[in-house]
Structure formats: C-alpha cells, structure tokens
C-alpha cells in the first residue's frame, strides 16, 4: 500500500519537475548502488524522460566501469546513441596487474568502446600524470574509425609513452577535431620511432579553439606546437589560451592571422616579449583578449605590458579587455605605482584608438586584502580610463572565498581551464 502510493506521488513529481532537476538528483547516488536499489521505483518513474541525460556524460574510472558499459550496450544497442561525453579517468588501479599494465588495458578498452559510441562530439582524458601509450600497437589501424566523431579532445596531466608521435597519431585519427585542449602534458623517457605509428593527415576540420595550459617552451612540446603552426593540422583558431607567452605560442598567434577572435594570457608563467611587433598587427579580427593573474610585483608583469603595447589601430574589432589582478598587488600599491602608471598609459592609449573597447578589472584573492574595497576604489580613481570614460570601465571583485569559488570558472575566468566549455571562450 505504501509502495503504490509512493509511486503515485513520484509520477506527479515527474511530471512536474524537469528531467535537467532529476540528473541533479541522479549525481547524488550514482555512485552508490544501494540507494540505487532502494530508489529502483522512482528510476521507473523518470527513467524514459532522463535517459538522454542520464546517458550524456560517461565517466569511467577503472577497467570494470569499462567492460560493465561495453556489455550494456551490446544488450541494449540503443543507449549508445545518447552517449555524447565519454570522460577516461583519473583511472583507480584495483587490479593485481602492475599500475601501468592496468592503465593501459583500461585505456585499450575505452579506446575499443569508442567505436560502438558513434555518437560522441567531445573526448576527456584526465590521467593525472599517469603513464600511456595513447596509440596502442594493436588498434594503431583502427584509430580513424574509432574517434572519427570526436570535436573536441581534452588532454589532461598525461605522460605519454611512444613520445610525440604518438600524441600526433591521436590527433591526426580525429578528423573532424576543432576544438583542443591541453592541460600538462608530459613526454616519458621511452620514445618509439616515428614510423611505428604510420600517421597519416586525414583532418577534415579547421582547427578553431587551442588551449595551451603547460610548458611550451621545451622540447617536445615546442615541437608540437611547430607542428601546429606549419600545417601538421588545418590549423586556423578563431580562440587560443596560453599560460606564459613564449617564442612558439607568440608565433602562433601571428599564423592564426585574421581567424583570431579571443586570446586568453595566463601570467602564472613567465611571458617573453613578442619577436615581432606590433605582434597583433595581423590579428584584424581580434575582438577579445583576458590576461589573467597580473600581480605587478612579479614576473609577468613585464609580459602583460608588452600584450597591451602591441595592441594597435589595427585591431579595429577590439571590444573586450579583461585584466585578471591578484588581490595581493592591492597590499603594494605604492611600491608598485610606476607600473600603474604604465598599465593605466597603455588602457588611455587603448581607449582613444579603439572606441568601442570595453575595459574590465577582476580582482580575486581579494578577502585577505583588509579594506579591499577602498584599495579598489582608490586605484580605479587614479585610472584615466575612469575619469574621462567611465562608461567604458567594469570592476568586479569577489568580497568572500565563497564568492571566489563560485565565480572564478565565469565571472573572474581565472585560467583558461581544460574542462571550460569552448562556448565559454568566445561569451565576453
């Protein structure tokens, strides 16, 4: 009796809260099956309407997760088809194989389970510096078939085994890539020949979005990032995100010409000055540009000042300036005022040449700043920008570390993170 009437009451909360609430409540017990099994009634209920949600996003952890999904869908073909975002790691090793051999087969596996997933548009893989072979010796043949439905690749915290030919064998099976993102990837010792992997161009796709979050400065990864700019992909980004501006990405930008529309400038690490300049002379269309973590007292501010002095008359489609500051550079104001002075030169300047720019200062770190508010204030006083546009000058700041973490992936865009919606890039 108190079944039937609890079932009742769940089909008339079905019918009135929206499948997007229930995968809300899915995400609280997927992971424990038992309540799962307690709850089997309300799944009856909601299951139809939520299954193309439910189903969106896979995320496997470990070879079981793995093998559970390739049965599923050989049981019921139909599921496969709602499987958009397959998401591979951080892989739990529960086997009594040797780490690597574990990663390894797990990897294998999600590879094999791609080509029954032919529904997919975006790959991630996060394998928290685990070593792989991303192109295994027995599916190399297969690879093309196997991510030809891949947009968008997140590559995240991978020592990659079999070196750079092996990461451009990934690349290269998916081809109609546009999207791409890097988040530390690492090359192992263990290099195979090039050969060995036979990779062939086949990308269909121009290459739109490039993110760069690593050391771009050392081989192999400047080699990569060569690789890019001469043609080794249709390279021709309309966004592109660095951490640290070195020779190589600076060159990038310059190949991306006229298809640049936003550019976002992580300060963490160190940027040189442009080899060239003015550097954005041919990015005609650049309408976008974030520099993050400016902090005036450290090593990246010379590297921001040379990002704002090589924006020009050319760059007509200017339309937002975001500028990222650490709440800390708030603490020296007075020792850092020439540098003030300086960024405030190159806003004005900017300002009178690009009327219809939008400037906009996030402050973060701000709640260990005491009266952050009235540094704040007082530095936007002094900005000329200020006094003779303010109309054209935004200030945000997050008041509480609660704000912060809220705020920081949208409102402050902190960094340029991998698991950022491309979307997001181009929404200033």
Same mark, same amino acid.
């Given at each position: 009796?108190?079944?039937?009437?609890?079932? &009742?009451?769940?089909q008339?909360?079905?019918?009135?809260?929206?499948?997007?609430?229930?995968?809300?409540?899915?995400?609280?017990?997927?992971d424990?099956?038992?309540?799962?099994?307690?709850? +089997? #009634?309300?799944?009856?209920?909601?299951?139809?309407?939520?299954?193309?949600?439910?189903?969106?996003?896979?995320?496997?952890?470990?070879?079981s997760t793995?093998?559970?999904?390739d049965?599923?869908i050989d049981?019921?073909p139909?599921? =496969?088809?709602?499987?958009?975002?397959?998401h591979?790691?951080?892989?739990?090793?529960?086997?009594s194989?040797? %780490?690597?051999?574990y990663? %390894?087969?797990?990897?294998?596996?999600?590879l %094999?389970?791609?080509?029954?997933?032919?529904?997919?548009?975006?790959?991630?893989?996060?394998l928290?510096?685990?070593?792989?072979?991303?192109?295994?010796?027995?599916?190399? !043949?297969?690879?093309?078939?196997?991510?030809?439905?891949?947009?968008?690749?997140?590559?995240?915290?991978?020592?990659?085994?079999?070196?750079?030919a =092996?990461?451009? /064998?990934?690349?290269?099976?998916? &081809?109609r890539?546009?999207?791409?993102?890097f988040?530390?990837?690492?090359?192992?010792?263990?290099?195979?020949p090039?050969?060995?992997?036979? =990779?062939?161009?086949?990308?269909?796709?121009?290459?739109?979005?490039?993110?760069?979050? !690593?050391?771009?400065?050392?081989?192999?990864?400047?080699?990569?990032?060569?690789?890019?700019?001469?043609?080794?992909?249709?390279?021709?980004?309309?966004? $592109?995100? #660095?951490?640290?501006?070195?020779?190589?990405?600076?060159?990038?930008v310059?190949?991306?010409?006229?298809?640049?529309?936003?550019?976002?400038?992580?300060l963490?690490?160190?940027?040189?000055?442009?080899?060239?300049a003015? +550097?954005?002379?041919?990015?005609?269309?650049?309408?976008?540009?974030?520099?993050?973590?400016f902090?005036?007292?450290?090593?990246?501010?010379?590297g921001?000042?040379?990002?704002?002095?090589?924006?020009?008359?050319?760059?007509? *489609?200017?339309?937002q300036?975001?500028?990222?500051?650490?709440? *800390?550079a $708030?603490?020296?104001? &007075? *020792?850092?005022?020439?540098i003030?002075?300086?960024?405030d030169?190159?806003? =004005?300047?900017l300002? %009178?040449?690009?009327?219809?720019?939008?400037?906009?200062?996030? #402050?973060?770190?701000?709640?260990?700043?005491d009266?952050?508010?009235?540094?704040?204030?007082?530095?936007?006083?002094?900005?000329?920008? #200020?006094?003779?546009?303010?109309?054209?000058?935004?200030? /945000?700041w997050?008041a509480t570390?609660?704000?912060?973490?809220?705020?920081?992936?949208?409102?402050?865009?902190?960094?340029?993170?991998?698991?950022?919606?491309?979307?997001?890039?181009?929404?200033?």
């Amino acid at each position: 009796m108190l079944a039937a009437h609890s079932f &009742s009451k769940v089909q008339v909360f079905s019918r009135q809260l929206p499948p997007e609430i229930w995968i809300v409540v899915l995400s609280y017990l997927i992971d424990d099956r038992m309540s799962l099994k307690v709850c +089997a #009634f309300v799944c009856r209920a909601w299951l139809s309407a939520t299954r193309p949600y439910l189903l969106e996003t896979v995320r496997i952890h470990n070879l079981s997760t793995c093998t559970e999904i390739d049965a599923s869908i050989d049981t019921f073909p139909d599921i =496969a088809r709602y499987v958009r975002e397959p998401h591979v790691g951080p892989i739990e090793w529960t086997d009594s194989l040797s %780490r690597e051999e574990y990663i %390894r087969d797990v990897w294998s596996c999600c590879l %094999r389970l791609l080509g029954k997933l032919k529904g997919i548009r975006k790959l991630s893989i996060d394998l928290n510096s685990e070593r792989v072979d991303l192109a295994p010796e027995d599916i190399q !043949g297969q690879l093309p078939a196997l991510l030809e439905g891949v947009e968008t690749l997140v590559l995240k915290d991978i020592a990659c085994l079999g070196g750079l030919a =092996a990461l451009k /064998c990934i690349l290269l099976a998916c &081809s109609r890539l546009s999207h791409l993102y890097f988040h530390q990837i690492h090359f192992a010792d263990e290099v195979a020949p090039y050969h060995r992997y036979d =990779a062939t161009a086949n990308h269909k796709e121009a290459l739109r979005t490039l993110v760069w979050t !690593g050391w771009a400065e050392y081989y192999p990864s400047a080699e990569l990032l060569s690789w890019l700019r001469h043609g080794g992909m249709n390279f021709s980004p309309s966004r $592109l995100g #660095f951490k640290g501006m070195t020779e190589g990405t600076w060159d990038l930008v310059h190949a991306a010409g006229d298809s640049l529309e936003y550019l976002s400038v992580d300060l963490e690490y160190s940027t040189s000055r442009p080899p060239t300049a003015p +550097a954005f002379a041919c990015n005609t269309r650049l309408a976008s540009i974030d520099i993050i973590r400016f902090n005036p007292h450290a090593h990246g501010a010379e590297g921001m000042l040379s990002v704002l002095s090589n924006i020009g008359a050319t760059n007509t *489609s200017m339309r937002q300036l975001g500028l990222s500051v650490v709440g *800390s550079a $708030l603490t020296r104001m &007075s *020792s850092d005022a020439s540098i003030w002075r300086e960024v405030d030169s190159h806003l =004005a300047r900017l300002a %009178r040449s690009l009327p219809a720019l939008v400037v906009t200062l996030y #402050f973060y770190y701000c709640y260990y700043v005491d009266d952050h508010s009235g540094k704040i204030i007082e530095l936007v006083d002094n900005l000329t920008l #200020f006094r003779e546009a303010r109309g054209r000058l935004s200030v /945000c700041w997050s008041a509480t570390r609660e704000q912060y973490l809220h705020a920081k992936a949208v409102d402050l865009k902190l960094m340029c993170l991998p698991d950022v919606d491309p979307g997001l890039l181009g929404s200033l």
